[in-house]
């Protein structure tokens, strides 16, 4: 019996080395201990043995028992093992490139522009948008703009004919030519028509000029304008807001300044500039970088704020211009061109 | 405009450094574009000489050998020297060895052509005194020999080149400019005391007469002065120095006298030769339509009568405060001139300026509006000039039309408002010294209790600008410093408010295509009409022109991406760069039966993936770009999948038939387009194709629609059971509608107790086993129940059902 049990025990090792599979297993497993197994028949042929052997039989017949399920559950393992080798799949070599065509690219006037409009969201700054497609009253006449100003000349500014329509760009007054909007202002105007204050937007958008393409000009660019209005709004503020944007934009040890100039929608009105020496290509100690003021109360009275009650500022500035500052590009119209060797250059946070 | 430091010191003693004054221009808002020296600088070693004797050189016929006598202490030197136009005797400037003369030009003793040369003689541009380098400069009055340079000639100037804002026209002269300095540096300011002052004498000028303005909304004032006795010659030195120095060319003493006090106080001058003005009357009056003119830059004009003349009886003598004729300017021979001092409408002559395409320096100041009430005193100064340096004396009449309207401009500010603007303090005391430090002269200071202070402001006429409270606000600012606004930390209440929708879709739209592996793309808006007209439709072409385009390839709104999208694959294409997968998210503009709609777009391109990659993938295909068409719309809330498409049809004709579909229309609020560019545009515009599109147009007001929110649809927990369904269809059928024909009848076949919860396409099949002309189609079927697991007997039942009602009612037929 002893004898019995050992030599099935070496040759169920022996099997269970070549099984590979689990029907295999099962089969094998059928073979050894099933009910018609070997090993099942080996213990039936306990009731033959003499009783005072039955306690050593006995014991021997567990630990054989032990045993086989062990070498079926080693098997099981490898069986497993195996199988998830399997699905690895042939060695990799990880230095090879993707095969994928990307990755994906902002443009560079997008990376700015949701840059800006994030460091402005922290401080209370929506996000606002409105046509390109404008009127003389929304870009002009309400921006405290007099009526021969050479803004509104044909030379610098795209007119449609008179019969134009455009569906879903309202207008003030029916007699209204449509315009290419030339500043993103008209979307101040038009939120400020469509709400009330306390108002504090930042509207990024398109604007055209009837200007001569070159390093520095193009038919078509970006602005960006932060308008806030409520009670008691003052010049300290809006410097503090610049202060406040440009740091977070450039870092710690930026400075900004202001010079007085005109503009006819604010008073009184300035020029930022920026100090950035830390920039590449700008080698002077100041760059101007946008405009500002504290809102004309003309503009108020044209969108029936009281100008009594009502304060505010604006500030805008180029988005190509300020792009062009922090990726060091002298050239406006590689924006326009994508040559995919610029797009790649530039991600989130470069 | 260029202003001279040395013109400005005539009103105003300045002594801080160039640096200083160029910074206190700045930040009094005048932006300084560029400082520059004229004159000469201080020079070292350069002193004055006299030639002695002047030999030619043994070897070169075109230079001279000379002996100059340098002084006492520097005794007798040869000098070689290349210049004609001196002679034995002048006294010249003289560099010496150790001179550096502008320019970095360093003189040593050397040799020239074998001859020693002990030193160099100088001309004015050596100097830097002037563009001349036309021979040496030869220096009057025989100064003393040996005499530094310097001391000789005239001192340099600093010439500021700033730009002045619209609405400070005061600033067009040095007076402005000397009156904002004085004010910075807190120094009093001395105008020009004029001798004459309006009284001419008892005798008359028989050559004119009268002023008539026949349109005073044009000429509110008009003053014409009659001299007689004036000699015309060339205006002294110091003046041309001026007038150069200003960036004006001096033309004769009258001219160069008028143009001066222009540059003086911002007041345009004319004079005419009185022999010239016909009939001895000067009328201002309007252009009749097509009259003529032939300006002082020789170009014959053509007037409209919106146009402003100064006319004598005959013709028309000046574009009124734009350009003189030619027919009446002073001329060597003039001895009887009338100078004119006018106010001319802004308005009015901004728009002759403009529809001549003629500007000048008298243009650009009646363009930007002049004081009338300087214009007297502007006018005096003129003539004293005259008198001055062309001599002659005032005759009657003196003619005045206009002018009546007195002045008279107060203004009433607080301390308290100016601090609440500024959101700083400043000291009342301070204030009010700044105000009248710009001559915005307190009438009455009132004090509140708090100590708030009111002050009545009389406003200068030339600060036509300022007529509010918050306009001193700015002036005081201005002389305060803006430099010293104090720092501040941003405070900010919120303000519940959202991004905009279109805002909030823009960036969903273009962070999805990003992840899907697109570069994002910037192109212009402005397409040329050609490429509306063949690749959209004659309509757009029709409706979406610019009424002024700046140039011809930029007249159209463009009414989609996929055109600048398509320059890009060019561009990179043509320089090497491998680009295929290209986005961008923009406006567009969209005609839709005879009316124009501005929309928010996303479109994409797949072109030819030219990089060779090292294992392969399956390149994408139309359904690939109607995936992502389908998820950009899901973006704007649209779900594709219910929508119906058809083929694209009519006008679009940049796409390729029969692979390219549509969706949505502008009246629905959205388009969705996808398939092929058409294949021979893209061969006829240089692009290898094939290059897959699709867009997603959305109107502005869709996405700010507030959406309905969608309430919970409640869904079975029990096991699904799954069947197939294989039909053979013609081959032209439609998935879509196999479908639909399929899951009507499911619908009905399980009955109440159970549903056929989906069914989808999962394979589609031609050739080998199948007829001619025939696919096969198969489907997936979910069947569920929501209250038990269901029993195959059952779920085999309903898809027999199914089976043969598809069998019996459709012209598809089952597979077995």
Known sequence: MQEQLSTLLAKASAELNEVKGRPELEAAKARLVGPNGAFTALMRQMGSVAKEQRPALGKLINESKARLQELLDARLRAIEEAELSAQLGPPVDPTLPPVEPGPGTYHPLTLVREELCRILRKVGFTVADGPEVETEFYCFDALNTPPDHPARNAQDTFYFPPGARFENVSKHRSDERYLLRTHTSSVQVRTMLKGQPPIRIVSPGRVYRRDTTDASHSANFHQIECLYVDRNVTVRDLKALLDYLFEALLGPGTKTRFRPHYFGYTEPSFEVDLSARHLPKVNKDWIEIGGCGIVDPEVFKAVGYDPQIWTGYAFGMGIERLAMTLYGIDDIRVFYQNDLRLLRQFTWGS | ?816
């Open chain 2, 1 to 816: 405009m260029k202003i001279s430091l040395n013109w400005i010191s005539d009103y105003v003693a300045l002594d801080a450094p160039v640096e200083e004054i160029t910074r206190a221009v700045t930040f009094l808002g005048f932006e300084v574009e560029r400082v520059a020296t004229h004159g000469a600088p201080p020079l070292e070693h350069v002193i004055v000489g006299e030639v002695l004797t002047r030999e030619r050189h043994p070897n070169a016929d075109r230079l001279s050998v000379c002996t100059v006598d340098i002084g006492p202490a520097g005794g007798v030197r040869t000098i070689v020297c290349g210049a004609q136009n001196y002679k034995v005797g002048d006294r010249v400037a003289v560099a010496l060895p150790g001179a550096v003369l502008p320019g970095g030009f360093r003189i040593t003793q050397s040799k020239i052509r074998g001859q020693l040369s002990d030193g160099m003689m100088c001309s004015g541009r050596e100097l830097g005194i002037g563009e001349d380098q036309s021979g040496l400069l030869i220096l009057d009055g025989r100064p003393a020999l040996g005499a530094g340079i310097n001391g000789v000639l005239p001192p340099g100037d600093t010439i500021f080149d700033i730009e002045v804002t619209p609405n400070r026209p005061d600033c067009l002269c040095h007076i402005g400019v000397a009156r904002e300095l004085a004010a910075w540096f807190k120094k009093g300011l001395a105008y020009p005391q004029e001798r004459f002052r309006g009284e001419a004498g008892a005798a008359r000028s028989d050559l004119f007469t009268s002023v008539e303005v026949e349109t005073p909304a044009d000429c509110p004032l008009y003053t014409a002065h009659v001299l007689t006795g004036v000699k015309i010659g060339p205006s002294p030195a110091w003046m041309q120095e001026r007038l150069r120095a200003a960036g004006l060319r001096p033309i004769n003493n009258v001219v160069d006298a008028g143009n001066y006090v222009m540059l003086e106080y911002g007041q345009p001058l004319h004079a005419f030769d009185a022999r010239k003005i016909s009939g001895g009357r000067i009328i201002v009056r309007r252009a009749r339509d097509g009259e003529r003119i032939t300006t002082l830059d020789g170009k014959e004009r053509t007037l409209s009568s919106r146009t402003l003349v100064i006319a004598d009886t005959a013709k028309a003598l000046v574009v009124a405060g734009v350009m003189g004729g030619e027919n009446s300017g002073i001329d060597d021979s003039t001895t009887t001139i009338v100078l004119e001092c006018a106010i001319f409408n802004a308005s009015s002559i901004r728009w002759t300026s403009r529809s001549l395409g003629l500007a000048s320096d008298s243009s650009y100041r009646y363009e930007r509006g002049v004081d009338p009430h300087t214009a007297r005193e502007a006018s005096w100064r003129a003539i004293d000039l005259i008198m001055e340096i062309a001599g002659g004396s005032v005759v009657g009449p003196v003619c005045v039309v206009g002018g009546d309207v007195p002045w008279e401009r107060e203004i009433t500010v607080s301390s308290g408002f100016v601090c609440e603007r500024l959101g700083f303090e400043i000291p009342a005391a301070e204030m009010r010294a700044a105000l009248e430090s710009l001559e915005l002269n307190v009438t009455r200071e009132d004090t509140a209790a708090g100590g708030d202070v009111a002050w009545t402001v009389a406003i200068p006429s030339w600060r036509d600008d300022l007529d509010r409270p918050i306009d001193l606000v700015e002036e005081i600012l201005r002389i305060h410093g803006t430099e010293r606004i104090p720092h501040a930390r941003v405070t900010s209440a919120g303000l519940a408010a959202e991004d905009d929708p279109v805002v909030a879709f823009n960036r969903r739209a273009t962070s999805y295509l990003v992840g899907h592996d697109f570069n994002e793309c910037v192109n212009l808006t402005l397409r040329p009409a050609s490429e509306l007209d063949t690749w959209v439709s004659q309509a757009a072409a029709a409706e979406l022109a610019l009424a002024n385009p700046f140039v011809e390839d930029q007249s159209h709104l463009r009414p989609t991406l996929i055109m600048g999208l398509l320059d890009t694959l060019l561009l990179n294409q043509s320089r090497g760069t491998p680009a295929s997968r290209l986005f961008e998210v923009g406006r567009v503009f969209v005609e839709h039966i005879g009316r124009n709609y501005e929309c928010a777009a996303v479109s994409f391109v797949v072109g030819r993936d030219a990089v060779r990659r090292w294992k392969r993938r399956d390149p994408d295909d139309f359904y690939s770009v109607k995936h992502h068409v389908a998820a950009l719309a899901a973006e704007a809330g649209v779900d594709l999948a219910v929508e119906r498409i058809e083929a694209v049809a009519g006008p679009g004709f940049g796409w390729q038939p029969g692979h390219s579909f549509t969706a949505g229309s502008v009246g629905t609020g959205w388009v969705a387009r996808f398939g092929l560019v058409n294949l021979a545009m893209l061969k006829a515009r240089g692009i290898d194709g094939p290059v897959l599109a699709g867009y997603f147009t959305v109107l502005p007001e869709r996405l700010q629609a507030r959406g309905q929110r969608p309430r919970f649809r409640e869904f079975s927990l029990f096991p699904a059971a799954l069947r197939d369904l294989a039909l053979v269809v013609d081959k032209s059928a439609l998935a879509g509608d196999v479908r639909a024909a399929v899951a009507a009848v499911a619908a009905s076949a399980a009955g109440a107790a159970f549903s056929a919860e989906s069914v989808e396409v999962f394979d589609v099949y031609e050739g080998k086993g199948l007829p001619e002309g025939k696919k096969s189609l198969a489907f997936s079927l979910v069947f569920r129940s929501p209250a038990r697991t269901l029993t195959d007997e059952e779920v085999n039942g309903a898809l027999r059902r199914i089976r043969d009602e598809v069998a019996r009612t459709t012209p598809y037929q089952v597979r077995s």
